[in-house]
Each structure stands twice: as structure tokens, then as C-alpha cells.
């Protein structure tokens, strides 16, 4: 049961990474990032209703193309997430057969990331809000992935806070150019073809949408 909204509550800008027709990575079994993105920013938004949050949703009719505009729709609200799910280097990939038609996927990485920017005027406290995040879903049982702190096959992307899942991504639009603190959270890798399926399961995306609604709370009180 949601509790009720006060003039007090605080306000989450929602952000449904990628659009209709910049669809995002495409999974192991063909289905465009945007659908599961969609999907679980849906649910995310029932669990920060049910904490007592108030929530703003960007980017749900999939037609926000412009990266700096998500930010600014966002105004007012005291932390902008960007909801995400996450893909691999092209030639990391590998094609296999599904539904009779040739796909591509990666099944040596999987887990989450958070990503912030050290160009994002509320930096503290947008790293505060990635790492509560990490921290509830480590405790709900999900695991960081670690592919993008990788030199060789990810990106060497340096970590803000390695055991929560935390990474510095100083240039991305949409966490740099917010007002307030603000993060990209990659729920899980849609090319791996087992975490593929668990994303897709109910149980998943609401024990996901839970710790991180939990974690919200506490970096927001």
C-alpha cells in the first residue's frame, strides 16, 4: 500500500532510457533495451509511490530524443534516475539461433552498474544515491557487474565507490547536465541470454524496483 504524499515528499525524476526510435541495445533474443527499460521503470515508480515518493516519468511515450532536454524536464525534483539495461562491446559478442533468426550474445558478464558524473553541480550527493542504491541491491541479493571497470574488454571506467556497483561517467548527457543529483542505473545485461530471462521475470523486476526505491529513501532522508 502506498503511503500518502505530503507537500513534504520528496520527488524522483523517473527517466525511461532510450525511445522508440533510438531503442537502445538489442537483446540476446531480439528485444529492444527501450521495451525493458519501459517495463521497469513501471515498476520502479509503483515502489517509490509505495515509500511515500512522489514521481515524475520521462520519457514513457518514447518519443524524447534530445539527451539534455530529460534533465530539464526534470526540474524541481530532488534526484533524477535514468533507467537502463546493459550491453557489451560488438566484438565481444557471439551469434547463436533464436526463433530462427541469427542473434547476438555474450553470456561471460552480467549484473548491475550505477554511473554518476563529476561534472554534476550536487556530485556528493548524487554518489551518495548511487552507492545506497548498490548497497540494497547487493543486500537483496544482486550482484555489480564489473565489466565496464575493465581494461581490456570493458572501458576503464574508474569506479566512485567499487562495491556498490559505482562508476565515474563524467560526460554522460543526461547525469551531467541535471541540476540535481543525478545517476544511470544498468539494470542487468540484456545480451546475456540467462539474465536476459531473469530481468524479464516479475518477481526480479519487482525485488530490483524494491531496493532501489529503499535505497532512494535513505540517501533522500
Not at 62 to 72: I, N, Y
Not at 159 to 185: I, K, Q, S, T
Not at 190 to 195: H, K, T, Y
Not at 196 to 204: I, K, M, S, T
Amino acid at each position: 500500500m502506498a503511503l500518502a504524499f505530503t507537500a513534504a515528499a520528496k520527488e524522483v525524476a523517473l527517466d525511461v532510457g532510450h525511445s522508440i526510435a533510438t531503442q537502445g541495445a538489442i537483446s540476446a533474443r531480439g528485444v529492444p533495451e527501450f521495451e525493458y527499460n519501459l517495463a521497469l521503470a513501471s515498476e520502479v515508480r509503483a515502489a517509490l509511490e509505495r515509500a511515500g515518493l512522489r514521481v515524475r516519468l520521462i520519457g514513457a511515450a518514447g518519443d524524447t530524443e534530445d539527451l539534455v532536454s530529460r534533465p530539464r524536464l526534470a526540474k524541481g525534483a530532488d534526484l533524477f534516475i535514468s533507467i537502463h539495461h546493459d550491453s557489451i562491446k560488438e566484438r565481444l559478442l557471439h551469434v547463436w539461433q533464436h526463433d530462427g533468426a541469427p542473434r547476438r550474445h555474450s553470456d561471460s558478464v552480467a549484473g548491475f552498474s550505477l554511473f554518476v558524473s563529476r561534472e554534476n553541480p550536487r556530485l556528493a550527493a548524487s554518489l551518495a544515491c548511487a552507492s545506497a542504491i548498490g548497497r540494497a541491491l547487493r543486500t537483496a541479493g544482486f550482484n555489480p557487474s564489473r565489466y565496464h571497470a575493465d581494461p581490456v574488454l570493458g572501458e576503464s571506467r574508474e569506479f566512485a565507490d567499487e562495491p556498490n556497483g559505482v562508476h565515474y561517467f563524467d560526460r554522460l548527457a543526461v547525469v551531467r547536465n541535471a541540476a540535481m543529483p543525478a545517476l544511470l542505473f544498468e539494470a542487468g545485461v540484456i545480451v546475456n541470454r540467462v539474465e536476459e530471462l531473469r530481468q524479464r521475470e516479475p518477481a526480479v523486476k519487482r525485488a530490483i524496483a524494491d531496493a532501489l526505491a529503499q535505497g532512494v529513501r535513505e540517501c533522500l532522508n
